[in-house]
């Protein structure tokens, strides 16, 4: 006769088998017993994992969303603030660096005489350079006008004025200046004047150039800074953007600008 001796959990999990086959023998033959795993789960404990869950659940879940969002606004309100003092002490201090003052007196790329005074009123994006720049100027134009054009598609933004003043009076005439913007962009404005009038406004506005040695062909390369300025509506210098700045970082400052814009002059 054979005798088992189960512990309490050996009963429990006995009872959750399912016997396929019980066989015994007399005499010498061997018992063989086969069972089936009914389930994994104690009596009942599925059907409680399966009931769905109630109110309480939804309710906890609602108010850890809701705090959730509340902690990411301010965040970004706290982000945007910071961001917004940054740009404010930046333009300060390039006002005080005193760039852009005074006025200037140009020729355009139609042969009309044009002021600082003529911009008022408008945001500009200024850029200087020459119509015989291998690959700098042409680049950084193209910038500008992806920025412009940026700007352009968002409705409710002011228009922004692009425009290109010369460092090379000797070669970049009006005539000459009108057939190099009309590859830019329908609005690109360009400037030039005579030796001294290009001279004072580099010099309002820190800008480096110096002419090179000509060659047999008499052509020559202007060395000069690479800038594009921002002037606002006051006609004040707010910024100015060096070549590593991408057209999407410049639009996004200058967005930035016309946002926290105030007129000093009202």
Known sequence: MLLLVWAPRAWHRLFLLKPQALLWSRGDKVLHVGY????GHAPGEQRRQSQPQGPRFRTRLLITALFGAGLGGAWLAARAEKE????QQRTEALRQAAVGQGDFSLLDHRGQARCKADFRGQWVLLYFGFTH??????????????VVEQLEAEPGLPPVQPVFITVDPERDTAAAMARYVQDFHPRLLGLTGSAEQVAQVTRSYRVYYSAGPKDEDQDYIVDHSIAIYLLSPDGLFTDYYGRAK????????VRRHMTA???VLH
């Not at 089936?36 to 389930?39: D, G, K, N, T």
């Not at 991408?246 to 400052?253: F, G, L, M, T, V």
């Open 133 to 146: 720049c291998p690959d700098i100027c042409p680049d950084e134009l193209e910038k500008l006008v992806h």
């Open 261 to 263: 814009f105030r007129s």
């Open 36 to 39: 089936r795993r009914l389930s």
């Open 84 to 87: 917004r003092r940054q740009q």
């Open 246 to 253: 991408s057209a999407q970082q410049i639009a996004d400052s």
